[in-house]
């Protein structure tokens, strides 16, 4: 088996440019929300809880911490819920305020951010993406070269900028859109389709001897 394929993402993936809107029910339970009606509120949390915690997860590198910034973050949604702008999705939007509150815990903590990856062969975290299954058996050597390669995969990772991390995260683990990404970092599109480009270039170069 290729090292290669023991990757927990692909280095390419198919361009998605459309501008993405809001999901007509989740437009209706927005605006029911902004009216008062906490069991609206509850069906967005419902669904988008899972990919605002993986995101807070990924940044902050704790479930403890990430899962009391997930609820910050819904919570900071709740209650300026009457900004909300239905032109855009709400996932993007809420995935935006969790972003700019880890960032800030990050600032307090320390100047650099974490991206945290699921360890192989443990249970993932809850809420966080799991690592696509694995086809091929392996065993010995080819196991410990597959852990040596994970880790360089997390260190290389880890060295990006900042701002690469997140859209690798966004992009190959919570598989948003190039649009969503950018409503989510409030940065335009074609910025986005840059910093992944260079993410991947750089990892390439950091990965060189794990690839094919």
């Known amino acids: 088996m290729d ?4 990757l927990p993402f692909p280095l390419t993936r198919p361009h998605e440019t459309a501008r993405p809107g809001c999901p007509p029910e989740e437009v209706d339970w927005a605006r029911a929300a902004a009216a008062g009606d906490k069991a609206s509120f509850s069906r967005l949390v419902e669904k988008h809880k899972t990919s605002v915690f993986g995101l807070c997860y990924r940044l902050v590198g704790s479930t403890d911490e990430a899962r009391d910034a997930a609820q910050e973050a819904f919570v900071r949604a709740y209650t300026g819920i009457r900004d909300f702008d239905a032109r855009q999705p709400f996932g993007a939007w809420v995935l935006r ?12 903590r320390r100047p650099t951010l974490a991206l945290v990856s699921e360890t192989r062969g443990e249970d ?3 809420g966080a993406a799991p690592e ?15 852990s040596e390669a994970q880790r360089d995969l997390d260190a290389a990772v880890a060295s990006l900028p900042p701002r690469y991390r997140e859209v690798i995260a966004l992009f190959h683990v919570q598989h948003k ?7 989510a970092l409030n940065v335009p599109m074609g910025t986005v ?3 992944l480009h260079r993410a991947r270039k750089e990892l390439k170069s ?4 794990h690839l094919p």
Not at 3 to 6: V, Y
Not at 97 to 108: F, G, T
Not at 135 to 140: E, H
Not at 206 to 209: P, R, S
């Open 3 to 6: 090292t290669a394929l023991a």
């Open 97 to 108: 305020i969790a972003r700019n509150h880890c960032i800030d815990l990050l600032r307090r």
């Open 124 to 126: 993932p975290e809850p």
């Open 132 to 146: 696509p299954a694995d086809q091929f058996a392996v065993g010995g050597e080819q196991a410990v070269q597959e």
């Open 177 to 183: 859109s190039y649009a969503e990404i950018a409503m």
């Open 193 to 195: 389709m840059t910093w």
């Open 206 to 209: 950091k990965l060189a001897e």
